[in-house]
């Protein structure tokens, strides 16, 4: 299967978008589009073309820089998404007042969960395309946060408009997935200055470079979200490693969701939500020098978890 990214060579700050073949192999399309985003909103015509390309001859990978894939129109993200993680996460930021154990609290959040699966709908916000970058940059920690957490997650990538579209056809207008961390910076989430405002995700969510992105689009008819495993590791140790089926509520699901409130079109991100396994719950927040690497996977398939196979795998420095 070919894959879709965005490039530039050295001494050239000239982004163009290219189909990375099995052979490690990049095809610069330009002769079709000139950004990556412009490709998605020809999709039905280009998708044929990536497949036609087979094992073209193009010029090696790893002479090329990778940027993020595509610079996104709108970001929506979802937040509470994973089951799991939503308990890990509540459990973490109890009252310390709270007179129930852990064991009790958990209980009544993994039925509130339930509930909330059966009978509730997705929690989404906005992000900022300016928070976006690539797979491979360094991530800053900003001066004003000291809680900058990882949040691993799948992003569908919309190729076809969607307005008010229902469930059942929602994964239609889906042209690919690709990797998003989505990192938060845990101590501006809540307005302490403001507690009657409750969160505040402009502050938490959209700092610079707070979204690697990629490095590869998928396509969509290659990939099952029902079934992939999210898996990160930070400095060499398992910190996520869940699959999709933790989802409250799935990919279709989400896309549907944001396509009531506003149309999406081609280049649009939908952030599906992050497995458990967060800093956050485990009480060690990222620092300056820590590496991640996150990987995401079809069922059982180790050797997807390469800078090139599948989805590729993302790994970006932490510094100060």
Same mark, same amino acid.
């Given at each position: 299967m070919n894959r879709l990214g965005t490039f530039s060579r050295p001494g050239d700050?000239?982004?163009?978008?290219?189909?990375?073949?099995?052979?490690?192999?990049?095809?610069?399309?330009?002769?079709?589009?000139?950004?990556?985003?412009?490709?998605?909103?020809?999709?039905?015509r280009v998708l044929p073309r990536l497949d036609a390309l087979g094992d073209a001859d193009g010029e090696p990978l790893a002479g090329l820089r990778v940027h993020a894939p595509l610079e996104p129109g709108q970001v929506l993200q979802s937040g509470a998404n994973y089951r799991t993680h939503v308990i890990d996460l509540a459990v973490a930021h109890r009252p310390a007042d709270d007179a129930r154990t852990e064991a009790q609290?958990?209980?009544?959040?993994? $039925?509130?969960?339930?509930?909330?699966?059966?009978?509730?709908?997705?929690?989404?916000?906005?992000?900022?395309?300016? $928070?976006?970058?690539?797979?491979?940059?360094?991530?800053?920690?900003?001066?004003?946060?000291?809680?900058?957490? %990882?949040?691993?997650?799948?992003? $569908?990538?919309?190729?076809?408009?969607?307005? !008010?579209?229902?469930?059942? =056809?929602?994964?239609? =207008?889906?042209?690919?997935?690709?990797?998003?961390?989505?990192?938060?910076?845990?101590?501006?989430?809540?307005?302490?200055?403001?507690?009657?405002?409750?969160?505040? %995700?402009?502050r938490g969510k959209n700092g610079p470079g707070f979204t690697p992105l990629?490095? %590869?689009?998928?396509?969509?008819?290659?990939?099952?979200?029902?079934?992939? !495993?999210? =898996?990160?590791?930070?400095?060499?140790e398992v910190m996520q490693d869940e699959t999709t089926k933790d989802m409250l509520f799935d990919t279709a699901s989400l896309v549907a969701a944001a396509s009531e409130i506003t149309p999406l079109r081609p280049g649009d991100l939908v952030l599906t939500g992050s497995p458990a396994g967060n800093g956050m719950a485990r009480g060690r927040l990222l620092r300056p020098g820590d590496v991640m690497t996150g990987t995401i996977s079809g069922p059982g398939d180790e050797a997807q978890r390469s800078s090139t196979v599948g989805f590729g795998a993302q790994r970006t420095r932490v510094v100060a």
């Amino acid at each position: 299967m070919n894959r879709l990214g965005t490039f530039s060579r050295p001494g050239d700050d000239r982004r163009f978008p290219g189909a990375v073949t099995a052979a490690d192999r990049v095809v610069d399309l330009t002769d079709q589009a000139p950004t990556t985003r412009d490709l998605l909103a020809d999709w039905d015509r280009v998708l044929p073309r990536l497949d036609a390309l087979g094992d073209a001859d193009g010029e090696p990978l790893a002479g090329l820089r990778v940027h993020a894939p595509l610079e996104p129109g709108q970001v929506l993200q979802s937040g509470a998404n994973y089951r799991t993680h939503v308990i890990d996460l509540a459990v973490a930021h109890r009252p310390a007042d709270d007179a129930r154990t852990e064991a009790q609290a958990r209980a009544e959040i993994a $039925a509130m969960m339930d509930r909330r699966a059966a009978e509730g709908t997705p929690y989404l916000f906005v992000g900022l395309p300016s $928070a976006v970058t690539g797979p491979y940059d360094d991530v800053t920690i900003p001066p004003w946060t000291d809680k900058l957490d %990882w949040e691993l997650e799948l992003a $569908a990538v919309i190729g076809r408009e969607a307005f !008010r579209v229902d469930r059942e =056809h929602a994964l239609s =207008h889906v042209a690919a997935y690709t990797i998003a961390n989505d990192l938060t910076a845990r101590d501006q989430v809540f307005r302490r200055d403001m507690p009657e405002i409750g969160t505040d %995700w402009f502050r938490g969510k959209n700092g610079p470079g707070f979204t690697p992105l990629g490095p %590869w689009l998928l396509p969509a008819r290659d990939v099952d979200p029902a079934d992939l !495993r999210i =898996h990160l590791e930070l400095d060499g140790e398992v910190m996520q490693d869940e699959t999709t089926k933790d989802m409250l509520f799935d990919t279709a699901s989400l896309v549907a969701a944001a396509s009531e409130i506003t149309p999406l079109r081609p280049g649009d991100l939908v952030l599906t939500g992050s497995p458990a396994g967060n800093g956050m719950a485990r009480g060690r927040l990222l620092r300056p020098g820590d590496v991640m690497t996150g990987t995401i996977s079809g069922p059982g398939d180790e050797a997807q978890r390469s800078s090139t196979v599948g989805f590729g795998a993302q790994r970006t420095r932490v510094v100060a």
